[in-house]
């Protein structure tokens, strides 16, 4: 029986008779029956109330006169108190499920989105409609992140965007700990899953950051993802299977087409293509950066107006040239897939694939992008062999040595109980990339070895904008006293004055919490400007393994196994594009939703059933000048290139901490063998 309904009891029934089966419990069972029964009630008719002002501000608002397919059942589930999935397809409608929500919901919606441009391009919309949204990201200056929080604590923001990265920063879960988070949505939401195409360790983390800061509902979207997929997201994010909504994946309205191309013949193709069509807003999808801007420059050439956009160009450089195409109604943008996620630019009537997409989810969410409109729009793959080969080395240029994860597992159970690490210090020592160390890291915790801690920054430093004296003035007894010893153990510069955080802590006998928090509320004040650097990821170990070489080994093995996972979804794509059937129907398969009959529309259907048959590939040569010369070099950087998986990286142009830290990515002989496939130049080196 429950104690909050004994103690309501009249004192005749609940006084004397403390045991069950009792007229006191019976009593109590029936009255909590009818209080559950009340509040289901209340329950219905607040969630029916509430989704009718959702349809009266969809219009007010949004300018929709209904929901898209899918989105009024996720919007309802969420007014109701219940987490959800949303798994429309891109143009779907997705945004709008927590938009929407977040008008009608008490305290602040918390967007995580790895997207800066989707960011962006949303919160301009939302600004719009008078609806109170901003970012918190890298690319704000010190004035304007201040401002935006200042303006989130005062309760002035309905929407707040960040990226999942975000949450390592302790200034930043300081302040989600003051605020009431009413809904937590998770975008691009695929990410958490290890089963998906694009697994983020950081998403992972995602579950109990939402627990932490006492989310009320979560809501995970995506527009690519298998059944099993939506299981783990739903599995992890406990969803019921009655809140998970997928909705159609088919586009009557985009035209499939393949054709098989020669790599020295593709310029040519790509420029014929966008001449003979009508014009029409264009994306042209690249593997590398140096493709993106060589294509660009040959479409200018030709007289046609393009522009090139990727992750190494400057983040002005990027904003500019995403503008320029939003305002362009017949503009071809080259991009690598940095591009187009979160773009609200219904009328692209092109998307060329002028290399293959990293697999079937990627082609998927690329496509996608092309007709939200609803008008007829052309998605052509110009489909070379040699694609392949570049990105399957790719695949295996991620997967760590085994000596490499030999090394990571040595150095963290060389730790005591608690310790924190330079994850920049750590990939460089044992010549992991960023996000396959994360990894790594990540399973040592799914398995229960260890549990990370908030990340801090070891060395914060402060600008004064007002006079010390003035700062101190504005304080009284304790705290003024505290301060004081703060900026007496400042390191002065000539511009800046630092704090090692850690350090100071110890030596004025107070925790570093209380420094953070200290050195956030004058920068709030506008008194000094504030930059933090050196993260340290702190972690508990929770214990030992019995065989370090045997965990190395299941470490090692696990990234082995993610390894020919991306090397299947690459060559599904391959086998998709080249079926022998409805392209549409075969793509729709593969996310568990088959059409009954042949779509019509696509390159197969259109040619009545005309299989695509692709060139030889290009034969390759491992020159003995080229070995000559990478002996001679080997001899010079033991430490960099013994090992034969690194040195196979050096000779196929896949960058690693070592060679970056050793400048060996500058050496002539870096890529050398770039057109020759991963394993062929592995078996090489391990010979």
């Known amino acids: 029986?429950?104690?909050?309904?004994?103690?309501?009891?009249?004192?005749?029934?609940?006084?004397?008779?403390?045991?069950?089966?009792?007229?006191?419990?019976?009593?109590?069972?029936?009255?909590?029956?009818?209080?559950?029964?009340?509040?289901?009630?209340?329950?219905?008719?607040?969630?029916?109330?509430?989704?009718?002002?959702?349809?009266?501000?969809?219009?007010?608002?949004?300018?929709?006169?209904?929901?898209?397919?899918?989105?009024?059942?996720?919007?309802?589930?969420?007014?109701?108190?219940?987490?959800?999935?949303?798994?429309?397809?891109?143009g779907g409608g997705k945004s709008?499920?927590?938009?929407?929500?977040?008008?009608?919901?008490?305290?602040?919606?918390?967007?995580?989105?790895?997207?800066?441009?989707?960011?962006?391009?949303?919160?301009?919309?939302?600004?719009?409609r008078?609806?109170?949204?901003?970012?918190?990201?890298?690319?704000?200056?010190?004035?304007?992140?201040?401002?935006?929080?200042?303006?989130?604590?005062?309760?002035?923001?309905?929407?707040?965007?960040?990226?999942?990265?975000?949450f390592n920063n302790e200034r930043f879960r300081e302040l989600l700990s003051t605020l009431h988070v009413s809904l937590f949505a998770v975008d691009?939401?695929?990410?958490?899953?290890?089963?998906?195409?694009?697994?983020?360790?950081?998403?992972?983390?995602?579950?109990?950051y939402a627990r932490q800061c006492g989310a009320e509902r979560i809501?995970?979207?995506?527009?690519t993802a298998t059944k099993a997929v939506v299981a783990d997201i739903c599995d992890q994010f406990e969803i019921a299977q009655d809140d998970a909504v997928c909705t159609s994946f088919y586009r009557p309205n985009l035209r499939l087409q393949v054709v098989p191309v020669e790599e020295s013949k593709r310029?040519?193709?790509?420029?014929?293509?966008?001449?003979?069509?009508?014009?029409?807003?264009?994306?042209?999808?690249?593997?590398l950066q140096k493709t993106a801007e060589r294509v660009a420059g040959a479409l200018q050439s030709a007289g046609m107006l393009a522009r090139a956009y990727h992750a190494g160009m400057k983040a002005e450089e990027r904003v500019a040239v995403q503008d320029w195409f939003l305002s362009q109604p017949r503009a071809t943008i080259v991009?690598?897939?940095?591009?187009?996620?979160?773009?609200?630019?219904?009328?692209?009537?092109?998307?060329?694939?002028?290399?293959?997409?990293?697999?079937?989810?990627?082609?998927?969410?690329?496509?996608?992008?092309?007709?939200?409109?609803?008008?007829d729009s052309v998605c052509e793959t110009l489909i070379c062999p040699d694609d392949f080969r570049v990105l399957e080395n790719f695949v295996y240029g991620d997967t760590p040595s085994l000596l490499s994860v030999q090394q990571l597992v040595t150095d963290i159970f060389s730790h005591g109980d608690d310790f924190s690490v330079s994850l920049y210090q750590l990939g460089r020592t044992c010549d992991i990339r960023d996000l396959v160390l994360r990894t790594l890291l990540t399973y040592l915790e799914l398995e229960g070895y260890l549990k990370a801690g908030t990340p801090v920054y070891d060395v914060y430093r402060f600008k004064p904008l007002k006079q010390s004296a003035v700062i101190l003035a504005a304080f009284d007894g304790e705290r003024k006293e505290f301060l004081t010893k703060l900026f007496r153990h400042a390191?002065?510069?000539?511009?800046?004055?630092?704090?090692?955080?850690?350090?100071?802590?110890?030596?004025?006998?107070?925790?570093?919490?209380?420094?953070?928090?200290?050195?956030?509320?004058?920068?709030?004040?506008?008194?000094?400007?504030?930059?933090?650097?050196?993260?340290?990821?702190?972690?508990?170990?929770?214990?030992?393994?019995?065989?370090?070489?045997?965990?190395?080994?299941?470490?090692?093995?696990?990234?082995?196994?993610?390894?020919?996972?991306?090397?299947?979804?690459?060559?599904?794509?391959?086998?998709?594009?080249?079926?022998?059937?409805?392209?549409?129907?075969?793509?729709?398969?593969?996310f568990g939703e088959p059409l009954d009959e042949p779509c019509g529309h696509c390159g197969w259907c259109e040619s009545e059933g005309r299989q695509v048959v692709l060139p030889p590939v290009s034969p390759v040569d491992m020159d003995t000048g080229t070995w000559d010369k990478v002996k001679i070099l080997r001899r010079g950087h033991q430490e960099a290139l013994s090992d034969p998986r690194a040195l196979t990286r050096f000779l196929c142009g896949i960058s690693s901490p070592q060679l970056v830290a050793r400048r060996l990515t500058r050496d002539a002989l870096f890529g050398a063998w770039t057109h020759i496939p991963f394993v062929e130049v592995l078996a090489r080196c391990e010979s």
């Not at 305290?107 to 919160?123: E, F, H, N, R, Y």
């Not at 933090?532 to 065989?547: E, K, M, S």
Request: a negative charge.
């Open 219 to 223: 809501l995970a979207l995506t527009a």
């Open 96 to 128: 709008l499920c927590y938009q929407l929500p977040a008008l009608l919901l008490p305290g602040v919606t918390l967007v995580i989105s790895p997207l800066i441009a989707l960011m962006k391009d949303q919160i301009d919309g939302l600004l719009s």
């Open 267 to 287: 310029d040519d193709l790509l420029i014929s293509r966008i001449r003979e069509r009508p014009a029409g807003a264009t994306i042209v999808y690249v593997t």
């Open 1 to 90: 029986m429950s104690e909050s309904i004994r103690k309501s009891l009249p004192e005749s029934l609940a006084g004397s008779l403390p045991g069950s089966g009792t007229r006191a419990d019976e009593v109590a069972d029936e009255v909590a029956d009818e209080v559950a029964v009340e509040e289901t009630v209340e329950q219905r008719h607040g969630a029916q109330d509430s989704l009718a002002e959702a349809s009266k501000l969809l219009q007010a608002r949004f300018g929709h006169t209904a929901y898209m397919p899918g989105q009024q059942q996720v919007v309802a589930s969420l007014l109701s108190g219940r987490s959800a999935l949303a798994v429309f397809p891109t």
């Open 491 to 590: 390191k002065r510069g000539t511009t800046w004055l630092t704090l090692e955080v850690q350090n100071v802590a110890a030596a004025i006998g107070c925790d570093r919490e209380r420094i953070v928090r200290a050195l956030d509320y004058l920068a709030e004040k506008k008194w000094l400007d504030l930059e933090t650097a050196q993260v340290q990821h702190r972690y508990r170990r929770l214990r030992v393994p019995n065989d370090l070489d045997q965990l190395t080994q299941q470490l090692h093995d696990k990234m082995l196994q993610r390894q020919e996972g991306e090397i299947e979804r690459l060559q599904w794509l391959v086998d998709l594009l080249t079926h022998d059937g409805c392209l549409v129907s075969a793509l729709g398969e593969y």
């Open 335 to 375: 991009a690598t897939i940095a591009f187009g996620m979160g773009i609200d630019k219904s009328d692209i009537r092109y998307v060329y694939h002028y290399n293959l997409a990293k697999s079937p989810e990627n082609y998927a969410q690329e496509i996608g992008r092309a007709g939200r409109d609803g008008e």
């Open 188 to 208: 691009e939401a695929h990410c958490i899953s290890q089963w998906g195409h694009n697994f983020r360790p950081d998403y992972l983390k995602l579950v109990g």
């Open 130 to 166: 008078g609806i109170s949204a901003l970012r918190l990201d890298s690319s704000l200056g010190a004035d304007e992140y201040r401002d935006a929080v200042a303006a989130i604590r005062a309760g002035k923001v309905k929407i707040v965007y960040v990226a999942p990265e975000r």
